[in-house]
């Protein structure tokens, strides 16, 4: 059995502030991360080839046979059959991207210090499949990735009982993990499936449209009104009125307000009755900042809502503008509109703007995690003081 290795291709700086604080392959589109698509699809656990401030929060291991993947690239039927047929030291590329080789551990070193395909055996791909390249095919693609995800995960599996207390629509496309709590919900899955995970809970009153998928131990609020295709990521609480969302998990949309096509990072939390815009007044399309551009880049999108990185929060009744960025461990609050872009480690908002220092960003993660029974350790806090060196060119008042 090979050794799976997750790549991060040239795209992982067109997704920060998402991939500052982790490798591409651990985007949620879905139900599941990138990998964990991947280790379910061929039954091995992956490893990590990524940004060298990240290798120690996930480590490479390479061992005599790896498949070496595109950790951008979401795994298809037709793709893992061209995966199946290849031999050692060939690789499937689609136009000049590498998607995915078999190599030995000496023709892995090769390619890792040259960076090139020369000298090796490559075909062009002929299967269909999802490739991340920009933040907001997360939201736009995360339809059909529940639909395949709820296909793999729930196939041969019986789903538990819905309580009579639930009004239910499309019964037969709904999945209900042991130990999950639905009473007194609308749950409609005929516009696509709902899969609701181990010791989740729909509490009362929610109204829920597919598709759309609740992660272990993910909650939704009394009365909350949710328009697929959503993800609520693991310990996620959510409330309000959500639509085409992608939260990673261990974040909070508690209380009501909007949140429309829109990604949330991880330990985020946005503040109760907050909204963002996700249409422009006029319609037109919307730009979104662009690490790698390093300005706003036309999206193709008359939709497109609010990308807030880890650990960052905005105040009570915050008003997001159409296209907003916000980067890691910042926090937002005040009267107005905050920037289209507020850089990591950002402290204020309209009425003005300083550094979010590192002990107190320390200091407020620790109490965060605390909550959900998680350390903020060692490792973890280097990562951030290396996101916070990186990102402190876009700090502009520093």
Sequence with gaps: MENIILFDDNTYKQLYPLTLTRPICELRVGILRIREKWELWFNNKASFLTSDYLQEKYPLLVKDRNLVINGSVLPSPSLCEEIIELSEGEAIIDGETLIVAKFSKEQFDQLKNRRALGGFNHYQTKADFIKINQLWDIFKMNGEAIASDYEKITRNRLSEALSETNQVLGKNNIFVEPGAQIECAILNATTGPIYIGKDAQIMEGSIIRGPFAICEGGVTKMGAKIYGPTTVGPYSKVGGEINNCVITGYSNK??????????????????????????????????????????????????????????????????????????????????????????????????????????????VAERVMERRNKVLDDTEKRLLENVSRITSVYRKWE
């Design 254 to 363: 508690g209380h009501d307000g909007f949140l429309g096509n829109s990604v949330l990072g991880e330990w985020c939390n946005i503040g109760a009755d907050s909204n963002n815009s996700n249409l422009k007044n006029n319609y037109a399309e919307v730009r979104l900042w662009n690490y790698s551009d390093e300005s706003f880049t036309p999206t193709g999108l008359q939709f497109c809502g609010l990308i807030m990185g880890d650990h960052s929060k905005c105040g009570i009744n915050t008003m997001f503008n159409t296209g907003t960025v916000i980067g890691v461990s910042s926090n937002v609050f005040g009267a107005g509109f905050p920037r289209n872009f507020i850089p990591s480690f950002t402290w204020g908002g309209p009425g003005g703007m300083s550094t979010y220092r590192i002990p107190k960003v320390f200091e």
